[in-house]
């Protein structure tokens, strides 16, 4: 799911399709507590998104678009 830019307080933060602060697999901010420059910011989102699209398989691809014409979400395809 792409992630996206917000300025929260006086910080540009990099946040989740639901608003909430993007984390790494530790549990930490993956902005390290927010950027002052929203250049920065957009950045970092833009290079988490193209490393998401990259990870991600032609076959979930297919499947999220068919579940947002069908559903109006997407679904997640990494449950095992």
Same mark, same amino acid.
């Given at each position: @799911?792409?992630?996206?830019?917000? /300025?929260?307080?006086? /910080?540009?933060?990099?946040?989740?399709?639901?608003?909430?602060?993007? /984390? +790494?697999?530790?549990?930490?901010?993956?902005?390290?507590?927010?950027?002052?420059?929203?250049?920065?910011? &957009?950045?970092?989102?833009?290079?988490? +998104? @193209? +490393? @998401? $699209? $990259?990870?991600?398989?032609?076959?979930? #691809? &297919?499947? +999220?678009?068919?579940?947002? #014409?069908?559903?109006?979400?997407? &679904?997640?395809?990494? /449950?095992?």
């Amino acid at each position: @799911m792409p992630v996206h830019t917000e /300025k929260k307080g006086d /910080k540009w933060r990099i946040l989740d399709p639901d608003d909430s602060v993007t /984390k +790494n697999n530790s549990g930490t901010a993956v902005d390290g507590g927010g950027h002052d420059a929203k250049s920065r910011a &957009i950045s970092q989102a833009q290079a988490i +998104n @193209m +490393n @998401m $699209r $990259r990870e991600s398989s032609i076959e979930d #691809r &297919i499947v +999220n678009c068919l579940a947002i #014409r069908i559903f109006g979400r997407r &679904i997640d395809t990494n /449950k095992g």
